[in-house]
């Protein structure tokens, strides 16, 4: 059923606008009109570049040629995410039927772009798809894991309860990643803010009292000839400097875009001395909620590993589950493979180890994410008592040096 996008005069004289599934435009006109909507435009969404792309492609008996399109997309909130599948969850607890249940979250949706993708998944279901099969077409919305746990309620008749499983690991998802951001938000204001202060002094304050120095022919001591040489520099140079930063990343980019650039970058990024046994936490909680979650919802192990490797964010994490998934298949049970690993601390292949001999996996596995959620908290602590004192005392010296160098001449000049 297609889906038409409106613009309409309500009763009270205001501008509406909005989307309506209907069969034919004057359907949707009348659907409206039973509102006393009165409709001024009205268009069906379509997207005609690729519907021509796909007529050329079957003219052509071809894959159509599409040139890279560089376009911004608001990224999907996690805790939006998180929100409707709790909605969607105790719509179906409460016996409403898939469609309808769908229908009222799209017309509460305050997301454009997700109530777009809900009417798709609506009518996809109405046409006689599977949730799971409808939801697999909206990676961006909802991914693997997201896919394969609907799938997984659905075939044992338990997709409200898998739903509010997803918005609970969602849920905890999102905070985890905004601690972790949060750990990281202040430290990196106050060197921005700091880097701005010295490129001020550097390219307006110590340029004209340097100035004038030099005219007097004032003996400069070495360290005021070095912030004059740097200080000219960046004047005459900074666009030197920022193409060098601006390919520095570029190529860094290009780098972590490789799989082996991305195994060794993550790799280096778990034993950074500082932020590296937060990163690891971070990546080791993920694994035992992601782990936890899918087995609860009746995806078998092996299942699960596949899908946990493709969320863990983190390339050195991957290649260690892929290797586990592989010495499972030789036979091998989950902990072994995850003691000999580097990765996991040792701790992690006892309690595994435990969880399967007692038949408690999920539940150890919980325990695991709590305990490293904890952990996290205090690297988090550690870490931002750590990283301000250093911060301030280095712009401090900074600052420090630079006052130093404007100063000592005018002090031997009144001196003279």
């Known amino acids: 059923m297609p889906v038409y ?92 039927q898939l469609a309808e249940a769908l229908r009222a979250l799209v017309e509460q949706c305050a997301n454009r772009d997700l109530e777009k993708v809900l009417r798709s998944v609506k009518e996809d279901i109405t046409g006689g798809s599977s949730l799971a099969e409808s939801l697999a077409r909206h990676p961006r919305y909802f991914n693997d894991l997201y896919v394969n746990m609907v799938r997984a309620g659905e075939a044992s008749g338990t997709l409200d ?9 969602l849920q905890k998802q999102a905070s985890l990643r905004g601690k972790v951001k949060a750990a990281l938000t202040y430290p990196l204001i106050m060197i921005v803010v700091g880097t701005g202060v010295v490129i001020f002094l550097m390219s307006f304050v110590v340029p004209r009292i340097t100035g004038i120095l030099t005219q007097r022919n004032i003996p400069l001591p ?49 034993k950074l001395p500082v932020i590296g046994g937060l990163f690891s936490k971070q990546a080791i909680s993920r694994f035992a909620i992601t782990f936890s979650t899918l087995l609860r919802s009746g995806l078998p192990a092996l299942d699960s590993l596949k899908i946990v490797a493709l969320v863990v964010n983190n390339a050195r994490l ?10 499972i298949l030789e036979g091998a049970d989950i902990a072994t493979p995850i003691k000999k690993s580097k990765v996991f601390p040792p701790m992690i292949g006892y309690m595994v180890a435990v969880g399967e001999q007692s038949g408690q996996l999920e539940d150890i596995l919980d325990r695991l994410s709590e305990s490293y959620e904890e952990e996290i908290d205090l690297s988090i602590q550690q870490l931002t008592a750590l990283i301000e004192p250093v911060i301030i005392v280095s712009l401090a010296v900074v600052v420090g040096c630079i006052i130093a160098a404007v100063l000592l001449p005018m002090l031997d000049f009144s001196n003279i």
């Open 161 to 169: 309860q898998v739903l509010h499983r997803i918005a609970e690991y």
């Open 222 to 270: 070495w360290i005021t000839e070095l912030l004059i040489n740097v200080s000219s520099f960046f004047r005459d140079f900074w666009w030197m400097v920022l193409i060098a930063i601006a390919g520095a990343l570029f190529i860094l980019k290009g780098i972590i875009a490789t799989d082996r650039g991305r195994l060794k970058f993550d790799t280096l990024l778990l």
């Open 5 to 96: 996008q409106y613009t309409a005069l309500t009763p009270a004289g205001k501008t509406q606008k909005g989307m309506i599934d209907a069969d034919t435009p004057r359907d949707a006109r009348l659907k409206l009109r039973v509102d006393k909507i009165h409709v001024t435009d009205m268009r069906e969404v379509t997207d005609k570049a690729k519907r021509q792309a796909e007529k050329q492609a079957k003219e052509w008996g071809g894959r159509p040629f599409e040139l890279p399109v560089f376009k911004l997309e608001r990224k999907v909130n996690v805790r939006e995410l998180a929100t409707f599948s709790r909605q969607f969850a105790t719509l179906l607890k409460s016996g409403i």
């Open 318 to 327: 991957t290649q260690v589950i892929h290797d586990i998934h592989g010495r």
